[in-house]
């Protein structure tokens, strides 16, 4: 065992409930329903070339992060911690 195995710190116990988790990811929802309506509506037909493109990114990055989320426990800081890693 090396020194610097030695004086890494234990990982925090996890304290949150998967119904917990969900819901910090969706108070990002909370930001969509104020901006989306607007965009759409500047947009008007067109709208439609945002949203599929922009709805399969977005389920990939979430399959992403599920996995890297498995894989690596001891990340913190979310999302962008994890897509660092793709």
Known sequence: MTTREKTLPTSLPRTLTLIETLGFGLTG????????????????????????????????????VCQLGQQLPSVAGGTPNYLTHL
């Open 29 to 64: 929802l909370l930001l969509w329903v104020s901006i989306a309506p607007s965009a759409h509506a500047e947009l008007g037909i067109q709208a439609m070339w945002v949203w599929i493109p922009g709805t399969i990114f977005s389920v990939v990055i979430n399959f992403q």
